[in-house]
């Protein structure tokens, strides 16, 4: 019997570039600055009291909502952090990673013949979870070397069907940050439309500049049409955990509970037990990302000098753009093909997050490294001016 293949509901969808790029590296043996994740370990406590929760008993199903110690947890810090209030038990879900928690919200929210405004760059899986919805996407780009939001154009895109606008600060493939002015400016222009924001925040803790993270928590309008989501992932450099949450006033988090429910029910017990009492025994560990992960930005960038890319220092995220228009002509996308397989580094390519791809010539770089992977990267560079590509 000859299987038929099913009418794809996502006909337009690839497999993700991180995916594409990981594996090539792995093929090509290339040092993978591509896919975004550390190659260093959660703090060791951490994982102690992982392995502490497994050991204990802490291993059925957890609540459908999340570890109530988790959810409190987390409402301390949002109250430290942005001096405002989220009820654990109404306003706050856990969910397997941000990527089901944006997921769930934009099933939950978006409807069959609504309209998703998107910026491009945008990361990966807004768009197919937009389609599924029966939505559909609007993108509009990013402006500039500053990777600025276009108020404007956001204004002259905004209509009746608007059903939500999905933001990402600190910006993900371009390092890049909204500012407080922005978010006001943001809720503005959103003030006459009855539209809901998703506000992917799962870098909030890396953050350079000295204006710090504009999460939208902290803006009392926004707030009430927001859903908030971030990952421990990046927190704790363990995104092979899968361990996000979704912050969102009531009446948004029933309607995400009910997708999440039967989307996976409920995240790993142990892990979130684990993460709770961390968080108990050392609430203030994200005060040390910043600083963590501008060396690392900083040792990336000293590295790199002497070699052809150029760069703008990221203000947030563990990733660097880098352009390579005095190296090569190529599209990004086979341009990292050939460095990673004919020079051994893999990066992404970032006109895979666009409808519409701009002329330039850029590729993000991972710099959640040790010293080494990169002074490797470094010495396999070393004669990218002279071959060329
Ligand atoms: N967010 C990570 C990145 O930007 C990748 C996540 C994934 O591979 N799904 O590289």
């Not at 939950?108 to 768009?127: K, T």
């Not at 504009?214 to 450099?237: M, Q």
């Not at 949450?245 to 509970?257: F, G, K, S």
């Not at 025994?281 to 960038?301: I, Q, S, V, W």
Request: glycine share 6%; aromatic share 10%.
């Amino acid at each position: 019997m000859t299987v038929r293949a099913p009418v794809s509901k996502l006909p337009d969808t690839g497999t993700t570039i991180f995916t594409v790029m990981s594996r090539l590296a792995e093929q090509h043996s290339a040092v993978n600055l591509s896919q975004g994740f550390p190659d260093f370990d959660p703090p060791a406590r951490l994982i102690e009291l992982v392995a502490d929760a497994l050991a204990h008993g802490r291993n059925q199903y957890a609540p459908m909502a999340g570890v109530t110690g988790l959810r409190e947890a987390i409402a301390v810090g949002v109250a430290e952090r942005f001096g405002s209030s989220v009820d654990p038990e109404t306003e706050i879900t856990i969910t397997s990673g941000a990527t089901e928690a944006l997921f769930c919200a934009i099933i939950a929210l978006a409807r069959a013949g609504d309209e998703v405004i998107v910026f491009d760059p945008a990361y990966d899986s807004y768009e197919p979870a937009i389609t599924l919805a029966g939505a559909k996407t609007v993108h509009l780009p990013l402006s500039g070397a500053a990777f600025a939001v276009d108020f404007d154009r956001l204004r002259d895109s905004l209509n009746a069907r608007t059903r939500l606008v999905v933001i990402n600060t600190p910006h993900n493939p371009t390092g890049t940050l909204l500012s407080a002015a922005d978010r006001d400016r943001l809720a503005e222009v959103l003030a006459p439309y009855d539209c809901f924001v998703i506000s992917d925040e799962v870098y909030e803790h890396i953050v350079f500049d000295r204006a710090g993270h504009a999460g939208i928590l902290g803006h009392a309008g926004l707030r009430e049409r927001s859903i908030a989501i971030s990952s421990f992932g990046k927190t704790f450099h363990a995104t092979g955990w899968k361990v996000g949450y979704a912050i969102a006033p009531a009446p948004l988090t029933q309607e995400l509970r009910r997708v999440h429910q039967f989307c996976t029910f409920a995240t790993a017990t142990p892990l979130q037990c684990a993460i709770a009492a961390y968080l108990h025994e050392n609430p203030r560990h994200y005060l040390e990302l910043p600083e963590f992960y501008r060396a690392k930005r900083d040792y990336f960038l000293a590295a790199m000098e002497g070699t052809p890319f150029g760069f703008t220092p990221a203000q947030g995220t563990y990733f660097q753009l880098a352009d390579y228009s005095s190296i090569s002509d190529l599209p990004d996308v086979e341009f990292a093909r050939r460095l990673t397989i004919e020079h051994g580094v893999a990066t992404i390519p970032i006109s895979v997050f666009y409808e519409s791809p701009p002329a330039s010539r850029l590729v993000r770089f991972c710099f959640a490294k040790e010293r080494a992977t990169i002074d490797e990267a470094r010495r396999r560079l070393n004669d990218l001016q002279r071959l060329g590509l």
